[in-house]
């Protein structure tokens, strides 16, 4: 079974950054891509961030440019860098390999709001 532990969430003001962590115990890190995923409140989750074993990355177009998803194998810890946080961007995030297993953590949130 797969231990999915996120931190690093909190209240920021528009235009701030953040930088969330997740440890991940089990063997799914060195083999899987890693995603970052977040919930707001009423919708879905949605993956909002994607980092493969060999550094390939993409992202949904509403953070392409402001976040950033790193990870560090020798960790087992993946990362995501907010800069320049909206609003819009309040939600529960999650990480999660990708494509998602039942495997979820209870998520950190992140407010932003002034």
């Known amino acids: 079974q797969v231990q999915l532990v996120e931190s ?4 920021v003001e528009p235009g701030g950054s953040l930088r ?8 799914i890190f060195r083999i ?4 970052w995923y ?3 409140p009423g919708q879905q989750r949605e993956l909002i961030a994607v ?3 060999t550094g390939y990355t993409n992202y949904a177009d509403s953070v392409k440019g402001r976040f950033t998803i790193s990870r ?3 960790k087992n810890t993946v990362y995501l860098q907010m800069n320049s946080l909206k609003p819009e961007d309040t939600a529960v995030y999650y990480c999660n390999k990708e494509p998602p297993n039942s495997d979820w953590g209870q998520g950190t949130q992140v407010t932003v709001s002034s």
């Open 8 to 11: 690093g969430g909190g209240l």
């Open 20 to 27: 969330l962590s997740c440890a991940a115990s089990g063997s």
């Open 32 to 35: 899987y891509a890693m995603g």
């Open 38 to 40: 977040r919930q707001a």
């Open 51 to 53: 980092r493969t074993t």
């Open 72 to 74: 560090d194998n020798a």
